[in-house]
């Protein structure tokens, strides 16, 4: 059966792809963005089952009245993909005040106000997925990548607290953490700071890193089929890595905490009293 | 030695208890806090050694000009603790944007912008501890807490940075997480969202049961010597639990998460693509 999807920001990258692919098997697609002139050849191809939205999400009023047109529209709403956000390259130390809260307040923010929309349609009809774009750096940190990191990990937070809070209602949360990907995240959408000399060092470790193996990075058309058996998935996970890093990376991670939990447990057990 | 501590949020809490430990054995602490009559006292007794500023951590230029003012006062920063913050209860979609925005800005913009103020003074020491009080709820989530969850993980994700960034410049960063404390998180410091969807009452309820065991509470007095301990040492960890509670639980739930993660595996990794 056709699915009725919500995606921000799916003019690029992964969520036009994902899109392309929704429309084509049948589904039918609201999309917003900032500038909808990129969706005119799918308005074309997709006239009945297509409908872009001009849309900034930090804008708490204009993302309730774009979900109240998104289900006036196709009368139902079975998913919602919060797909809109970017990058930021700076050390914690360069970042200005303006590039730090314009990024939480796309990645987190943004992410909040859509999934506070989407609820009270999904509690109405009892059912309803949220999907959250979350990064394998919302499980584990790179340099350069603080402010990042920093939003990531808190799209994690706040969607791991909402799961529990809507699974009474058949809603389902997923929290989707695609590994490095050769998509515009590290050229065009991204904002750099001002760099100062004492970070160089670190800058130039994390772009060798970068550069190493070809295959280090995924092929964004192959996160299709996995979006699609999220998507129509009974019983869809709280998490999802797309590619073959992070579920490597973070069980190594992970790994690493716990043995230094453990090496201070004695300290943590004695500041119970 | 004696070492000049910079501790946010100072005039009650762990903040207020850890100033008057850090002053008692001979360390000069500037403390802040929105108000500081209620660190009077504490000028009473230790006079110039304690160095208290009104300020408030949302407003980065008051911010930087602060940790001028203690540069100048104390000649330099040994230790910052980050320990501003408060909790927001109530579910994620009856939280207003207001109440979100202050969420973050209080427990994440203001351990950034004290962060970033700080960073250039530790150095040109090239050396320095940032201890960035977080919360076992930075790790794992509780329901009607997503907020507070959000800036919590948030933090996490920005000090694990900071410390990455900084280990070649001698700086050196921790993350406390404690586990619950009978401090007055839970009472007078809590703010709150509306409860007027009724649709979560029974999420409320069960969340007023789990939080009725105060036994599982751990005593704030008893985080001093840790504490101590953890500005003293030469090898501080990257990640302190606090609370006997808090390691065991952690554990549980990130054997949890990979043995979830495991069931999509080979979606995972097909779309990688090659």
């Known amino acids: 059966m056709s699915k009725t999807i919500f995606i921000t920001g799916a003019s690029k990258g992964f969520g036009r792809i994902w899109i392309s692919a929704l429309l084509e098997r049948g589904d039918k697609v609201v999309a917003t963005s900032r500038n909808i002139s990129a969706y005119d050849d799918l308005v074309i191809k997709y006239p009945a089952t297509f409908m872009p939205l001009?849309?900034?999400?930090?804008?708490?009023?204009?993302?309730?009245?774009?979900m109240e047109k998104a289900v006036l529209h196709f009368g139902i709403l079975d998913v919602v993909i919060n797909n809109a956000g970017y990058g930021l390259f700076g050390a914690v130390e360069e970042l200005s005040e303006k590039d730090a809260r314009d990024i939480l307040d796309t990645n987190?923010?943004?992410t909040l106000f859509v999934t506070q929309a989407a609820l009270p349609f999904f509690r109405a009809q009892g059912h309803g997925h949220i999907i959250q774009l979350s990064s394998v750096l919302g499980v584990w940190s790179l340099p350069i990548l603080g402010m990042y990191n920093a939003s990531k990990f808190a799209v994690e937070g706040l969607s791991e607290a909402l799961a529990k809070e809507v699974e009474g209602f058949g809603i389902h949360v997923t929290l989707v953490e695609p590994n490095g990907y050769k998509t515009e995240f590290g050229s065009g959408s991204a904002v750099r700071a001002n760099p100062l000399k004492a970070y160089d060092h670190v800058r130039e470790e994390l772009f060798k890193t970068e550069g190493m193996p070809a295959d280090q990075y995924g092929n964004p058309e192959a996160t299709v089929d996995a979006i699609l058996q999220l998507i129509d998935a009974k019983n869809p996970p709280l998490r999802l890595f797309l590619g073959n890093l992070g579920l490597r990376k973070t069980r190594v991670e992970f790994q690493k905490k716990i043995a230094e939990w453990e090496l201070w447990d004695n300290v943590a057990v004695a500041a119970h009293g | 030695m004696s070492k000049v501590i910079f501790i946010t949020g100072a005039s009650k809490g762990f903040g207020k208890l850890w100033a008057e430990a850090f002053l008692k054995r001979g360390d000069k602490v500037a403390a802040t806090a929105r108000n500081t009559t209620a660190l009077n006292e504490l000028v009473a007794t230790y006079?110039?050694?304690?160095?208290?500023?009104?300020?408030?951590v949302n407003n980065r230029e008051e911010v930087f000009n602060t940790v001028q003012?203690?540069?100048q006062k104390f000649g330099r920063i040994d230790v910052l603790i980050n320990n501003a913050g408060y909790g927001l209860f109530g579910t994620t979609e009856e939280t207003t944007e207001a109440q979100a925005r202050l969420q973050m800005e209080t427990n994440f913009f203001g351990s950034l912008w004290v962060t970033q103020a700080v960073l250039p003074v530790m150095r040109r020491q090239k050396n320095g501890h940032i201890i960035q009080v977080s919360s076992f709820l930075g790790l794992t989530t509780l329901p009607l807490l997503g907020l507070y969850n959000a800036s919590k993980f948030a933090v996490e994700g920005l000090i694990e940075?900071?410390?990455?960034?900084?280990?070649?410049?001698?700086?050196?960063?921790?993350l406390i997480e404690p586990n619950g404390y009978a401090t007055d998180w839970a009472g007078a410091s809590a703010s709150q969202t509306s409860s007027d969807i009724v649709d979560y009452a029974p999420v409320r309820e069960a969340f007023a049961k789990s939080a009725e065991h105060p036994d599982t509470w751990g005593k704030p007095e008893a985080t001093i010597a840790p504490l101590l301990n953890l500005v003293d040492n030469a090898n501080p960890p990257q990640r302190l639990l606090f609370g006997k509670?808090?390691?065991q639980a952690i554990q549980q739930v990130y054997t949890q998460r990979l043995k979830d993660i495991e069931t999509w595996k080979e979606v995972s990794i097909a779309a990688h693509g090659h």
């Open chain 2, 161 to 174: 940075t900071v410390g990455t960034e900084t280990a070649h410049l001698g700086i050196k960063t921790t």
């Open chain 1, 54 to 66: 001009t849309l900034d999400i930090t804008n708490k009023q204009a993302v309730n009245e774009a």
């Open chain 2, 47 to 56: 006079g110039d050694n304690l160095l208290p500023l009104p300020l408030d």
């Open chain 2, 69 to 71: 003012t203690i540069e």
């Open chain 2, 245 to 247: 509670i808090a390691y």
């Open chain 1, 108 to 110: 987190v923010l943004g």
